[in-house]
């Protein structure tokens, strides 16, 4: 089974930053790669799917993009309501759904 | 709107049954594939087995094959996540969720937080 880590385990920063969470396949490729945001006491929210497509409603600010096993989620200018924890999501063909582990997003 | 509505917390004791629920509306619910997904306290999300309301087939993760019984109501727009005997280490919060474009979910239930305890 392909496993999902993801760097770094908690982040700290500021309104206004850029922050960049990656997720890395333990093996091989795959482009069925989806990113999720989970509010304390709340469900996950489907962000980015595919890799890079937004999921409808989701600003723009959050962006998603692949190099060689690396997948990237990116937070242009977070905002207050951002701050969160992020999974990303795998699957290597259905029906298989792995996550990564979490990144926690906090205020510094 | 698309909505999955869960029910309530569970308090119960090793070795009891447990049937939770997650009713589907604003959408075909027939038509679309819902998963069971577990977050144990603190932890990450682990999927657990999914279903096809349209037929009732199912699969399982294989780390959960075994454990537990998801099971539809079509009558009812409801899919059941079912364990026979619960272990302490059932105690988490499981979530349902929608498929979407095959490999994702796009809408969730709000958790059903379950505690096994003597």
């Known amino acids: 089974d392909i496993q999902m880590t993801q760097s770094p385990s908690s982040v700290s920063a500021s309104v206004g930053d850029r922050v960049t969470i990656t997720c890395r396949a333990s093996?091989?490729?795959?482009?069925?790669l989806a990113w999720y945001q989970q509010k304390p006491g709340k469900a996950p929210k489907l962000l980015i799917y595919s890799t890079s497509n937004l999921q409808s409603g989701v600003p723009s600010r959050f962006s998603g993009r692949v190099s060689a096993t690396d997948f990237t989620l990116t937070i242009s200018g977070l905002q207050p309501e951002d701050f969160a924890t992020y999974y990303c999501q795998h699957s290597s063909g259905f029906p298989s759904f792995t996550f990564g582990p979490g990144t926690r997003v906090d205020i510094k | 709107e698309v909505q999955l509505v869960q029910s309530g917390a569970e308090v119960k004791k090793p070795g009891e049954s447990l049937k939770i629920s997650c009713k589907g509306s604003g959408y075909s619910f027939s038509d679309y594939w819902i998963a069971w997904v577990r977050q144990m306290p603190g932890k990450g999300l682990e999927w657990m087995g999914i279903?096809?309301?349209?037929?009732?087939?199912?699969r399982y993760s294989p780390s959960f094959e075994g454990q537990v019984t998801i099971s539809v109501d079509k009558s009812t727009d409801t899919v059941y996540l079912h364990w026979s005997s619960l272990r302490a280490s059932d105690t988490a919060l499981y979530y349902c969720?929608?498929?979407?474009?095959?490999?994702?979910?796009?809408?969730w239930g709000q958790g059903t937080p379950v505690t096994v305890s003597s």
């Open positions: 969720a929608r498929r979407f474009s095959r490999y994702y979910f796009d809408s």
């Open positions: 279903i096809f309301p349209g037929d009732s087939d199912t």
């Open positions: 093996q091989g490729f795959t482009a069925w």
